[in-house]
Nanobody, 124 residues
Framework: QVRLVESGGGLVQPGGSLKLSCAAT????????IGWFRQAPGKEREGIAC??????YVADSVRGRFTISRDYTKNTVDLHMMRLEPDDTAVYYC???????????????????WGQGTQVTVSS
């Protein structure tokens, strides 16, 4: 069983940066792949970055602007977002799974454990 809690969302101006954190409890992240997903109003949920201890996948839509990293001392997986655009506005969720690959985790979006989500709004 894994419990996930996202934090760090908020309002940011276009071109700004934001860091989201996904804290895992009742399990250590070393045993799981952790992914970040987002869902904008009226759109399907999108897997944007998924990470395991040995592999990382970042979707084309955010590559070059978003990175994902692990902090084993805090048991968190962070999403670092730069050069934010209004189209990045969405609820951002983290998820935990033990998938075949991190790319499949992001593309399938069928992880068994999810956080409650955090809102990111990019607007001037």
């Amino acid at each position: 069983q894994v419990r996930l809690v996202e934090s760090g969302g908020g309002l940011v101006q276009p071109g700004g940066s934001l860091k989201l954190s996904c804290a895992a409890t009742e399990a250590t992240i070393v045993h799981y792949s952790i992914g970040w997903f987002r869902q904008a109003p009226g759109k399907e949920r999108e897997g944007i970055a998924c990470n395991s201890p040995g592999s990382t996948y970042v979707a084309d839509s955010v590559r070059g602007r978003f990175t994902i990293s692990r902090d084993y001392t805090k048991n968190t997986v962070d999403l670092h977002m730069m050069r934010l655009e209004p189209d990045d506005t969405a609820v951002y969720y983290c998820a935990a799974d033990r998938p075949p690959t991190v790319q499949s985790m992001c593309e399938d979006g069928q992880a068994p454990y999810w956080g409650q989500g955090t809102q990111v709004t990019v607007s001037s």
